[in-house]
């Protein structure tokens, strides 16, 4: 509450100091990540920018993450910064709804963005118009212990069949083939997420977030399908539904279980816990449905003007110097992520590497479920899907209960 | 004339003196009751008409639309809100409880024996720690890897082996019960944890109430031949009536406020299955897949009547006591 007060302030502070100064070169830029690698890069792309234009005078503003979601709520309407940071998909939807957020089409034309952005633009874009600029984005897929894998003679699987005979393998020694933690639900989304864009693809994945398509729907059912039979071949670990996502790592750093559907950010976790680059590794999401495209989840973060702005002039010169792609490399080497710009290049840690090869190729790119799908969808769908790894005999319930929800949702 | 008007005033002032006073004194209370609780109920009220997602657009104006009693027709089939409704019912019944068990603590309690006041004053600590703090540490020992539940369950039925790799770990024959992640028993854990600060806070509320229990009654009782449950019940309970009554509306309260620990232990999980009303308008509207202000305050005003019948109820008797007494 304090952190949120204090942005409040922070950002009515910086808005007043605007009011009062002459000059015309002043930016506002509200940001939210106070982990030490992400604040620190970003600082450094801000003093670069400080540097390439003198005339400007950069007020930062960075808090909580959490903070963050709940202050950008009021201050867009309030007391708008001239740059903040925002996720795009289904989660800037509201604010682009209200008319908040500005739309960039020129930018992006300018920049050359069609082209070297093309394949988050997509995400970027509602109601026809493109809306910010995404600095960083990372992939999600299958996390595993290598040393287990080689212990044990397997190989990383291409397709659905030879990940459930793993299954078989690790489970034939005591080790439970998936790891999770889904207390706070989201981590459950993402596998189906990639259940439901390798049995289906992505058109239905966006057709099932947009609302188009039922829950009930055979395809959908399919997924489920295919889910139950993960969780009976390849099992997940006992009381998944008490532990976050760190406690699903603490069960992976032992040994007790061997894979991860994860995203990129957990590796980090993965260290801390005492593994090394030998004993973990990543695989692309095998193939379900053969012949299917594969899409990937891959979540970006991006930089929005709000259309309350003050200095919309230089609000777009920042926007677009966050998406050069030398800027773009050396922010995401620092942080572990990958850069959206297609002429950056990659950090060379092998996940980043591994990675970018797995999105550059992917036929669309996912931002996740509980950002491409409105929140009161993404809320019930998350907690079905929890309720389904728990249970897995109360499908038919909770698939109409979603399409309940969904026609509340979406009228 | 003129004096006579003054004075006739001045004297209206001074033979109404008494009766004006108190809402002088009121009138600062009365202001700020009225603006941090009255008029945020009313517009409580008022928002549950409205279907809005808690935006203002670029002129400041709501992004909100009348919908009319659309929310708490979606509420009636909403099966969460049921759940909820369920949820508050159980920990109405069981939060009482601590009503008879800080009763019998409090009477265990009541004795001149060395110490006392350490054992009186550890009884009374839950209730002076953060329900956060309560929710956080009966969240760990209900915890399946880690708690004391699963240390004492591991003790049964597990045992320690070397896995794949050579790590430690732990087999069960049967899996620790992971009690917070169950749909039948989460809510049941988080009552049992709420009922420990709730007990202690009857306790004191019992402890002071014995101390006022009339020696002379006892006395007398005890010469006509009372003693254990008939003494209890005929003479001491009698006179600890006010004290129930408190105790009986502290908890109602208490039980129907209930967020904190849901909040922390739980966030309403598995899957829903622990929400109350108060936790599931925190949900709907304000957590950060929330965005739905009105149907939030629709949850509010069906917590707010709920809560109306038992305060009323409680207003009425007290005034009822009150007019007896006088």
């Known amino acids: 509450m304090t952190n949120t007060l204090k942005m409040k302030i922070g950002t009515f502070a910086a808005t007043t100091m605007f009011a009062a100064s002459a000059f015309a070169g002043d930016l506002v830029i509200t940001f939210d990540d106070l982990n030490p690698d992400p604040k620190q890069a970003f600082e450094e792309a801000v003093a670069a920018f400080e540097a390439a234009n003198p005339d400007i005078n950069v007020t930062v503003n960075n808090g909580d993450r959490e903070a963050h979601k709940s202050a950008i709520r009021n201050f867009l309407s309030a007391n708008p910064p001239d740059v903040t940071s925002w996720y795009p998909g289904n989660r800037m939807g509201p604010f682009v709804d209200a008319g908040l957020f500005e739309p960039i089409d020129d930018l992006w034309a300018e920049n050359n963005l069609n082209e070297d952005m093309a394949a988050v633009k997509p995400t970027m874009s509602r109601n026809g118009k493109t809306w910010g600029v995404p600095y960083s984005y990372y992939q999600w897929g299958v996390y595993y212990r290598k040393d287990i894998y080689d212990k044990l003679g397997l190989s990383e699987p ?22 999770i933690g889904t207390k706070y639900l989201w981590t ?28 009930t729907d055979d395809r959908i059912r399919a997924t489920f399908a295919n889910w139950e039979e993960m969780l009976d071949r390849c099992s997940f670990i006992d009381n998944h539904a008490s532990m976050d996502w760190q406690g699903g790592v603490a069960a992976f750093a032992n040994g007790d279980a061997g894979m991860y559907v994860m995203g990129n950010f957990a590796v980090g976790a993965m260290r801390d816990a005492g593994l090394t680059n030998d004993q973990i590794d990543f695989f692309q999401f095998p193939e379900i449905t053969p012949g299917l495209p594969m899409a990937e989840e891959a979540p970006a973060d991006a930089f929005f003007i709000p259309s309350g702005a003050k200095n919309k002039e230089d609000a777009k010169k920042f926007l677009a110097f966050v998406a050069q792609a030398d800027i773009q490399s050396k922010w995401n080497s620092a942080i572990g992520q990958l850069p959206p710009n297609s002429k950056a290049t990659v950090g060379d840690d092998k996940f980043l590497q591994e990675g970018f090869a797995v999105v550059s190729s992917a036929a669309g790119l996912a931002q996740f479920y509980d950002r491409d799908a409105p929140a009161a969808m993404a809320s019930e769908g998350m907690k079905g899907f929890q309720e389904f790894m728990l249970d897995p005999s109360k499908l038919d319930a909770i698939l109409e209960r979603l399409d309940q929800v969904q026609a509340e949702v979406y009228k | 004339m003129q004096t006579d008007i003054s004075h006739t005033q001045s004297s209206w002032m001074s033979r109404h003196k008494l009766e004006i006073a108190p809402f002088i004194f009121l009138i600062p209370a009365l202001f700020f009751f009225f603006i941090y609780v009255v008029i945020p109920i009313l517009q409580s009220l008022q928002l549950s008409l409205y279907a809005w997602n808690g935006l203002y657009d670029g002129n400041g104006q709501s992004t909100s639309t009348f919908i009319g009693l659309e929310n708490y027709r979606t509420l009636w089939v909403d099966p969460n809100f049921w759940i909820s409704i369920k949820n508050n019912i159980l920990w109405l019944f069981l939060y009482m409880l601590s009503v008879p068990v800080g009763l019998m603590i409090a009477i265990f309690l009541n004795q001149t024996v060395t110490g006392i006041r350490i054992y009186k004053s550890l009884f009374f600590f839950p209730f002076v720690i953060s329900q956060v703090v309560v929710g956080l540490i009966f969240g760990w020992f209900y915890n399946p890897d880690f708690g004391i539940v699963a240390k004492v369950w591991q003790f049964f039925f597990c045992e320690e082996t070397i896995n794949f790799i050579g790590n430690k770990t732990v087999k069960c024959a049967r899996p620790v019960p992971d009690i917070l992640s169950s749909a039948d028993y989460a809510t049941y854990g988080i009552i049992f944890a709420g009922l420990w600060p709730q007990v202690a806070y009857c306790v004191i509320l019992y402890l002071t109430g014995l101390n006022n229990v009339a020696a002379d009654q006892i006395e007398a009782g005890r010469l006509d031949g009372a003693k254990g449950w008939k003494m209890l019940w005929y003479v001491v309970l009698p006179q600890l009536r006010p004290a129930t009554f408190i105790a009986v509306a502290v908890t109602v309260i208490g039980a129907l406020r209930s967020f904190d620990m849901i909040a922390i232990m739980t966030q309403g999980g598995p899957y829903g299955m622990t929400n109350v009303l108060s936790h599931y308008m925190y949900e709907v509207a304000i957590s950060e897949y929330g965005e739905r202000y009105g149907y939030g305050s629709a949850v509010a005003t069906v917590l707010f009547a709920i809560m109306m019948v038992f305060i009323s109820y409680f207003l009425w008797r007290m005034y009822q006591d009150e007019r007896r007494g006088a």
Not at chain 1, 158 to 178: R, Y
Not at chain 1, 190 to 208: E, K, M, S
Request: net charge neutral; glycine share 12%; aromatic share 12%.
């Open chain 1, 158 to 179: 291409k397709t659905w069949g030879e990940l459930l005979s793993n299954c078989d393998a690790l489970k034939g020694v005591g080790v439970t083939p998936f790891t």
């Open chain 1, 188 to 215: 459950a989304a993402g596998v189906f997420d990639y259940l439901n864009l390798r049995t289906n693809g992505y058109d239905v994945h966006n057709a099932l977030t947009d609302g188009k398509i039922k829950y």
